[in-house]
């Protein structure tokens, strides 16, 4: 597992908990983000 993958699954672990809303929406930003940079490194690594 890649520390990018490894850091989704823990935000993903983390929001799974009750959070206040401005903290679960900042969270959320910061999950897509990563989602969307392993998406191009993984097109990267596949040619």
């Given at each position: 597992?890649?520390?990018l993958?490894?850091?989704v699954a823990k935000l993903e672990k983390i929001l799974e908990h009750n959070l206040c809303?401005?903290?679960r929406?900042?969270?959320q930003?910061?999950?897509s983000l990563l989602k969307?940079?392993?998406k191009l490194?993984?097109?990267r690594n596949k040619g």
């Open positions: 597992m890649s520390k993958e490894e850091a809303l401005s903290r929406d900042e969270l930003e910061v999950l969307d940079e392993q490194e993984d097109n």
